[in-house]
């Protein structure tokens, strides 16, 4: 009768570890109850002082045309994330958050603080600018960070790398930015009313077309610039204090600087606006895309380089960290699991992958000595998932792995054995350049 190969044994751990049970402000569900009453009420105030701004009918007007880009900017993070998915809790608390907390700070403070601007220099007008320019960038980039900044203190586990801080950054200028859109469009839609504004030539498509068409994604380039900060800040070690709390910093100054020059290009004479759309944010734009994808193509490397220290160890297959470091490869497992045994098995082999990931991570952190004090605890809770998942997992990744590997001509074909069991090329991992991801 065939035996189950044996457990492998774990690294070693620290000794004596006493458990200390938390006082009861520490509990997790008082700290959930106080998180979504917060958000609760906050989204409560935010849609009364819009609604009472916009009217009833612009309010819903606005909610409509609001919401069009809101579903593609969060595909697209979420694409950026499949490498190392986090959890849905953490964006549904970043949306919220932009949405209700960020919004409503936001919306409260610049309005008061142009007031008292107005008439301390009796000139509405250069204290309209002044808070376009000056107060708006400071306060709604500093109320966006608060929640880049809640996720790196409390859900430390899942905020790893750059990506994640553009991730959440990101999904939090979204909400932010729908809330305002709510508010403009609004807004515009009750001057149409009153004015009689019809057609291309009404406030209301000059304002979708500003905002919603041509810079559906200027709240979230602006905030990205504070996740990019904090991301770096994740890849420090503990010890480096400063290299922790300046890049945060430092990316959030940007974000500022980047919104204030933004809100100021309408002042820049009759084309400024374009301009500065053209010349500067697009580039801007394309710049922070690029190294996104480059560093999720490198998170990818990190997955191949390795796992394959686990596969030594016993507790990964020898394919495994070809078909997990390959997003192809992983999208083929995830469709053979469904296909042979259902949703289920699709969603086991979804999160063995992203525990494979967090473990690669994990490891990679570790030996560049920036892992921090429960790298073993950590580590052992990764392990012990991989092997209880391993029955449904394996077989997926191992067909994904015969699938995914590249075909050699036969007279350059790599001179290996086969592996025990896998039926497909036992040569070096290097040989399979270029991975496809």
Not at 98 to 108: D, E, R, S, W, Y
Not at 210 to 216: A, E, H, L
Not at 407 to 426: H, I, L, S
Request: charged share 15%.
């Amino acid at each position: 009768m065939a035996t189950s190969p044996p457990f492998p044994t774990y690294p070693p751990g620290p000794e004596g570890l006493v458990l200390r049970h938390p006082h009861w402000w520490q509990r997790t569900w008082v700290r959930y109850g106080a998180l979504i009453t917060l958000l609760a009420l906050s989204g409560l105030v935010i849609l009364a002082l819009v609604r009472r701004q916009t009217g009833t009918e612009g309010f819903l007007v606005g909610i409509a045309l609001a919401m069009l880009p809101v579903p593609w900017l969060i595909a697209a993070f979420r694409w950026l994330d499949r490498v190392a998915p986090g959890p849905w809790r953490n964006l549904v608390f970043a949306f919220a958050w932009g949405a209700c907390a960020a919004a409503l700070i936001a919306i409260v403070a610049n309005s008061f603080a142009t007031k008292w601007i107005a008439t301390a220099t009796a000139d509405p007008a250069s204290a309209n600018t002044l808070g376009a320019t000056v107060i708006a960038p400071v306060v709604e980039e500093s109320a966006k960070a608060a929640a880049v900044l809640l996720v790196f203190l409390f859900r430390r586990r899942d905020f790893t790398g750059i990506v994640d801080g553009v991730v959440i950054a990101g999904i939090t200028a979204t909400g932010f930015a729908f809330t305002e859109n709510i508010l403009y469009l609004g807004t515009a839609f009750g001057t149409d009313q009153l004015t009689g504004g019809r057609g291309i030539a009404s406030v209301t498509a000059a304002t979708f077309f500003v905002r919603i068409v041509m810079s559906p994604f200027a709240h979230p380039l602006f905030t990205t610039l504070t996740g990019l900060g904090f991301g770096t800040a994740a890849l420090s070690a503990e010890r480096q204090r400063l290299r922790r709390a300046l890049p945060p910093v430092c990316g959030l100054l940007l974000a500022m600087s980047m919104h204030a020059f933004w809100n100021g290009s309408s002042t820049f004479g009759e084309f400024g606006f374009f301009a500065v759309y053209g010349a500067f944010m697009m580039p801007a734009f394309g710049l922070l895309t690029w190294l996104a994808i480059w560093t999720r193509q490198r998170e990818l490397r990190t997955v191949r380089e390795e796992l394959p220290a686990y596969v030594l160890a016993g507790w990964l297959g020898p394919a495994e960290p070809f078909a997990l470091g390959s997003m192809a490869a992983r999208r083929t497992a995830r469709d053979y699991a469904r296909h042979h045994h259902g949703r289920p098995a699709a969603r086991a082999v979804a999160q063995y992958e992203a525990c494979a990931t967090s473990l690669a991570f994990l490891r990679h952190r570790g030996r560049q000595g920036k892992a921090g004090a429960d790298f073993v605890v950590r580590e052992r809770e990764l392990l012990d998932q991989l092997w209880k998942g391993r029955d449904a997992a394996r077989p997926a990744l191992e067909y994904a792995a015969r699938v995914a590997a590249p075909v050699w001509p036969v007279q350059q074909a790599p001179v290996a054995t086969a592996w025990p069991g896998y039926g497909y090329p036992a040569a070096p991992y290097s040989a399979y350049n270029p991975y496809r991801s």
